[in-house]
């Protein structure tokens, strides 16, 4: 019995019921217009005017679904009236395409009519199923014939079946009912889930979700990983000179701190991204080249730059990228480059593209392997890619060579 009168057969009646109550106001103005039709036709006792006004609601509760926010209402019913399996999902937003309201119009349709007969039958089948059930127990009728049945059953054996009669009555009503809520139950994926559309929607979000996660990595990547080296490198530098060269000491303490004031701005730039409300505008900024003077005197290397072209005529975001490629580049410089010269830095400003290059000394032995690292280059070649350029990166006559093209105008760097 638990299929017809469980927690779940008993919500499904509810849904039904409740479509049952959504299709009376279409069932109304269906029966003035049969009314208005057939005057002579008495629209609450005949049957078939009754039909033709349910025939009527039908349509016009399908045009009424047919707004967009009628989805996502119906959705939120189905999904806590239905018991539907967790693994069938159902749309979130609003039906915006063509497909995705005819598919709710549909669903809505189908709920109304089938929540119309059920909730007929409910209202009309269980008090008379009710009043067969208690015939036994009226004195009554136990003690005269039953009048108005056919002679075969104008019997008082009749009268001591008809609980089970009424019981039959009940036990047809909730099948009836679980049944309905059953293909009710099946349709509502297919036709309140997601359509292809959505579908691509939600990828195209995800995406969106994942570049600014990466994106954040490669921030938080870039400036605290470089500000991790520079310090390391600077505090090592000073404690072997420690007793010897007291004014080197100083340098470098002031370099530390020059290098962690500078990270801890840099990091709340990033956790501003992390705090700032979804879909708001990314309008958070972060150092560009006109930034990379304070960059290049405390990285703890020697550095030789160049510059060709205006930098003040680079845009917004390709010069905070730009600033970050640097950045990396003199990272990997710290960890895995030589010592004994500078490294060389040229940037060029073009009419249509930005050209950096830094070349730093190798160290005559491989690089040193990091757990978890590797981010480094992956992270130079991915801001590049973004922006519509490229990079290259390796050994460039006895040199290590990094290279970056980046175009200066393209739309998705106008969208940033």
């Known amino acids: 019995m638990t299929p017809l009168i469980g927690r779940r057969a008993r919500l499904r009646w509810l849904h039904l019921i409740i479509g049952g109550a959504l299709l009376m106001p279409y069932f109304l103005v269906g029966t003035v217009i049969v009314g208005a039709s057939s005057p002579d036709a008495d629209v609450f006792t005949s049957p078939v005017s009754q039909l033709t006004a349910f025939a009527f609601a039908l349509p016009m509760a399908a045009v009424t679904a047919l707004l967009p926010l009628a989805r996502p209402l119906s959705a939120a019913v189905a999904r806590a009236l239905c018991g539907l399996p967790p693994d069938r999902q159902l749309a979130d937003g609003p ?3 063509r497909q995705a309201r005819v598919r709710s119009a549909a669903w809505f349709t189908l709920h109304v009519m089938l929540g119309g007969i059920i909730s007929g039958m409910t209202l009309a089948l269980t008090p008379f199923a009710v009043g067969v059930i208690g015939l036994p127990l009226l004195t009554a009728v136990r003690d005269s014939p039953v009048r108005g049945l056919p002679e075969a059953l104008d019997r008082t054996w009749v009268i001591a079946l008809a609980p089970l ?4 009555m009940l036990v047809a009503l909730a ?3 679980a049944a309905a809520g059953a293909l009710l139950a099946d349709r509502a994926p297919v036709l309140l889930g997601p359509t292809p559309d959505d579908r691509l929607a939600a990828a195209e979000r995800r995406a969106a979700g994942l570049a600014v996660r990466n994106r954040l990595a490669r921030e938080l990547h870039d400036s605290v990983g470089h500000a991790l080296s520079a310090v390391t ?3 090592g530098a000073a404690r072997r000179v420690l007793d010897s060269d007291p004014e080197f000491v100083r340098a470098a303490l002031t370099a530390i701190e020059e290098t962690t004031r500078r990270t801890v701005g840099e990091l709340d730039t990033v956790l501003g991204l992390l705090r700032k409300d979804d879909g708001a505008p990314d309008t958070a ?3 560009g080249l006109d930034a990379l003077d304070g960059l290049l005197a405390h990285c703890g290397l020697p550095v ?3 510059t060709e072209g205006d930098p003040g005529a680079v845009p917004a975001a390709v010069s905070r990228e730009a600033y970050r490629i640097v950045q990396e580049g003199l990272s ?3 960890r895995h480059g030589g010592r004994g010269e500078p490294v060389r830095l040229r ?5 249509t593209e930005l050209e950096i290059v830094m070349t730093s000394p190798l160290t005559g032995r491989p690089p040193v392997v990091r757990p978890g690292g590797g981010r480094g280059l992956r992270g130079i070649a991915e801001r590049a890619v973004l922006l519509g350029g490229r990079t290259e990166a390796g050994e460039h006559e006895g040199h290590w060579r990094l290279t970056a093209l980046v175009p200066l105008h393209t739309p998705a760097q106008e969208q940033r």
């Open 95 to 97: 039906a915006r395409t």
């Open 165 to 168: 009669a009424g019981i039959a």
């Open 175 to 177: 099948c009836c009912a």
């Open 233 to 235: 490198l600077q505090a």
């Open 285 to 287: 900024s972060g150092p």
């Open 304 to 306: 030789s730059r160049t």
């Open 332 to 334: 990997n410089a710290l």
């Open 347 to 351: 940037i060029t400003v073009r009419a």
